[in-house]
């Protein structure tokens, strides 16, 4: 009979352990599914930002062509240039990927697929975050060549007056800026470079973003959620 109480008591414990085990499991889903919403929500907003910068160099590379020999440009243009210069640098939320990495949460996820899921989109943020660091560095030398292109001396009045000291001062067309021509030729080069790199940075992100649909969908199911 004492044999009997202490397996009895050890089951009944094993079960309670069991039953907490799986409810957190269910909160790690739940919060799992509120990053990955969070991520798609951030993904699709950044989506038109980079197409608008590809329209910016394309339309860069119009005026340039039809203007071969131009030693100054109008403030309009100069809008573009700066437009070429930036789009949405993309940060994932990982709170409950971090706890489920570092916090042991990983040996609660018992359905497998759901778990090779998670593992994979991880992956694939993983290696976004290691692209990124080359977009930038091809970004900040973009601007660099932007700066040395446009003559100073033109733009001091609107640096001076600009009511927005966030951000570069808006031009319209009634300012003129001269250009160095010496920097232009590589500036074009890399802006074809970058025209390529954003298109395939669209292409990467628009795969996570579907990932992240997709792994919404299988918790939801998998873990009977609305």
Same mark, same amino acid.
């Given at each position: 009979m004492?044999?009997?109480a202490?397996f009895?008591g050890? $089951?009944?414990? /094993?079960?309670r352990?069991h039953?907490?085990?799986?409810?957190r499991e269910k909160?790690? $889903?739940v %919060? $799992?599914i509120?990053?990955?919403?969070?991520?798609?929500?951030n993904?699709?907003?950044?989506?038109?930002?980079?197409?608008e910068?590809?329209? *910016?160099?394309d339309s860069?590379?119009?005026f340039?062509e039809? /203007?071969p020999?131009?030693?100054? #440009?109008?403030? %309009?243009?100069h809008q573009?240039?700066?437009r070429?210069?930036w789009?949405r640098l993309?940060?994932?939320?990982t709170?409950t990927?971090?706890?489920?990495r &570092?916090a042991g949460? $990983?040996?609660?996820?018992?359905?497998?697929k759901?778990?090779? %899921?998670?593992?994979? @989109?991880?992956?694939?943020?993983i290696?976004?975050e290691?692209?990124?660091?080359a977009?930038?560095n091809q970004?900040e030398k973009?601007?660099?060549?932007?700066s040395? !292109?446009?003559e100073?001396?033109? !733009?001091?009045?609107a @640096?001076?007056?600009n009511?927005?000291p966030l +951000?570069?001062p808006?031009?319209n067309?009634s300012?003129? #800026?001269? #250009?160095?021509?010496p920097?232009?030729?590589?500036?074009l080069n890399?802006?074809?470079i970058q025209?390529? #790199?954003?298109?395939?940075?669209?292409?990467?992100y628009?795969?996570?973003?579907? %990932?992240?649909?997709?792994l919404i *969908? !299988?918790?939801r199911k998998? &873990? +009977? !959620?609305k």
């Open positions: 004492l044999f009997l202490v009895c050890f $089951m009944a414990e /094993n079960f352990e039953q907490i085990e799986h409810k909160q790690y $889903m %919060s $799992m509120a990053d990955l919403e969070n991520d798609t929500t993904l699709l907003s950044g989506f038109p930002l980079k197409e910068r590809i329209a *910016a160099i860069i590379f119009f340039f039809n /203007n020999d131009v030693t100054w #440009i109008k403030g %309009s243009i573009q240039l700066l070429t210069n789009d993309y940060r994932r939320n709170t990927i971090d706890q489920l &570092y949460g $990983m040996r609660l996820i018992r359905k497998k759901v778990a090779d %899921s998670i593992a994979a @989109y991880d992956l694939k943020w290696r976004a290691f692209w990124k660091e977009y930038v970004q973009e601007k660099t060549l932007i040395q !292109l446009m100073a001396s033109d !733009l001091l009045e @640096y001076r007056t009511p927005d +951000h570069m808006k031009l067309d300012k003129t #800026i001269r #250009i160095n021509r920097f232009l030729n590589q500036l890399e802006l074809t025209k390529i #790199i954003t298109s395939q940075d669209i292409r990467a628009r795969v996570l973003e579907t %990932s992240a649909e997709n *969908a !299988l918790i998998e &873990y +009977h !959620l």
